[in-house]
Structure formats: C-alpha cells, structure tokens
C-alpha cells in the first residue's frame, strides 16, 4: 500500500479503494479508466479527501 493509504487505515478514516492491474503505460489515467470501465473524465490519479472536522 501507499504512505498514504497507511496514514488513512492508521487514522481509521473510512475509504475506498478500487484496485486494477497496472502495466508501463504513457497514459496512467486512461488506462485506469479503461481497467476500472469508467468514462476518463472521472479518473483522477490523485487522492482526494473530505472531512467535517
């Protein structure tokens, strides 16, 4: 996992992952997409976070 999956399971802060298999691709968020069959315009290859506190 990532430092910052870590940090998210350490913090006990509710999260999703959706996992898919990766190869050397030019084009990391098309091929996320393409993996994961969703439309590219709602694959972001960043974390995002949301909190009340």
């Known amino acids: 996992m990532t430092p910052a999956i870590n940090l998210l399971k350490k913090l ?3 999260h999703r992952l ?6 050397a691709h030019d084009d990391f968020g098309k091929h996320a997409a393409t ?7 709602q694959v972001f290859k960043t974390l995002l976070a949301h909190h009340d506190k």
């Open 35 to 41: 993996q994961l069959g969703l439309p590219e315009a």
């Open 12 to 14: 006990k802060i509710p």
């Open 18 to 23: 959706y996992p898919y298999e990766c190869e």
